[in-house]
């Protein structure tokens, strides 16, 4: 599998808005993760995840209880402390996993990422992040919700060689209500990491909440490692 800090990993969501208008993972050159162990590109890369622009997230703003909420084109979610271990990345910094031919594709851009550096010797490596994936203009919030999942799905089960997949659950999807009260749809697989190297966990989680803001369909992703200690616990990920 081809990915980002490790492969799936969930972030706590403090809040997610209903005012969810979403991200730009258009073509910026940052340094950027692009393998499933969170590797930096040696060199600063013009990275060009599907997904269309509605807006950039922005820095995070901290509360007076050390939590950080980030904003990005009228949407907004919230992490625990950079003493808890989250870390809010820069603006223009894109994560990523590739595709076959080796280029971007799916990603998150200004993403909280949660034990960011945990593997020795790999301060690129994480446990876990959390960022807006995409918004999409027409169509239901299913549909888009579920087309999105299963692309991040297969972009994550792709292992390293960008050749063979690892197996996957199948996607679950179902309606849950957000903390504001507002209607989104949620999509969950598990994947399995068939070819482990030193940093990676024996499976990753992603979930995909996705909701109508009005005028566009806006999709957050949560990824996290599973099966290992260290990892975001089940409960903190429920909480979303």
């Given at each position: 599998m081809a990915g980002l800090g490790t492969r799936d990993r969930v972030a706590t969501l403090l809040a997610v808005l209903a005012t969810l208008s979403v991200l730009a993972t258009t073509a910026v050159a940052v340094a950027t993760y692009s393998r499933r162990d969170g590797?930096?590109?040696?060199?600063?890369?013009?990275?060009?995840?599907?997904g269309s622009s509605a807006g950039s997230p922005g820095a995070a703003v901290q509360g007076l209880d050390g939590s950080q909420v980030v904003h990005g084109g009228g949407a907004r979610f919230g992490v625990p402390s950079s003493a808890d271990g989250w870390t809010v990345q820069p603006r223009d910094t894109v994560?990523?996993?590739?595709?076959?031919?080796?280029?971007?594709s799916v990603g998150v851009k200004g993403a909280a990422v949660y034990?960011?550096?945990y593997c020795r010797g790999r301060a690129d490596s994480n446990r876990a992040f959390v960022g807006f994936a995409g918004s999409v203009a027409g169509g239901s919030v299913r549909t888009v919700n579920t087309d999105l999942a299963r692309r991040w799905v297969r972009a994550i089960a792709l292992d390293d060689d960008l050749a063979t997949s690892g197996p996957h659950t199948s996607l679950r999807t179902e309606d849950v209500t957000l903390a504001d009260g507002a209607t989104a749809v949620r999509s969950t697989s598990r994947i399995t990491v068939a070819r482990r190297g030193p940093c990676?966990?024996?499976?990753?989680?992603?979930?995909?909440?996705?909701?109508d803001t009005g005028r566009r369909v806006a999709s957050l992703v949560l990824v996290r490692d599973a099966g290992v200690p260290g990892v975001l616990p089940d409960h903190a990920a429920d909480a979303i």
């Open positions: 590797a930096v590109a040696p060199d600063a890369a013009s990275g060009s995840p599907s994560l990523y996993y590739l595709d076959r031919r080796g280029d971007p034990r960011a550096g990676e966990a024996p499976a990753v989680d992603l979930a995909m909440v996705s909701l």
